[in-house]
Nanobody
Framework: VQLVESGGGLVQPGGSLRLSCAAS????????MTWARQAPGKALEWVGG???????YYSDSMKGRFTISRDNAKNTVYLQMNSLKPEETAVYYC?????RGQGTQVTVSS
């Protein structure tokens, strides 16, 4: 199982970013995929997920601002983040079960 995140970077407060996670080594189309994040000095925090049928679910604090989608033809899951806040600066991870990628850094700062 391999998960490779990309798309992180520096964004101003209120801005948007789209993260991608390329998956390999398992049957992606039948897998539930999730996103999590870890801010400096804090525990891992669950962001949300997408089931194999495309239905999504989110942590309450991200509802309405974050959108998870998937492209089974590309074995890729996405996290669209809007209205970002400085406190959302973190390393964002794509996960499948207990496996997660190396993460991509998102920094929200002016």
């Amino acid at each position: 199982v391999q998960l490779v995140e990309s798309g992180g970077g520096l964004v101003q407060p209120g801005g948007s970013l789209r993260l991608s996670c390329a998956a390999s080594g398992f049957t992606f189309s039948t897998s539930t995929m999730t996103w999590a994040r870890q801010a400096p000095g804090k525990a891992l925090e669950w962001v949300g997920g997408i089931r194999s049928d495309g239905t999504t679910y989110y942590s309450d604090s991200m509802k309405g601002r974050f959108t998870i989608s998937r492209d089974n033809a590309k074995n890729t899951v996405y996290l669209q983040m809007n209205s970002l806040k400085p406190e959302e600066t973190a390393v964002y991870y794509c996960t499948r079960g207990l496996v997660r990628g190396q993460g991509t850094q998102v920094t929200v700062s002016s």
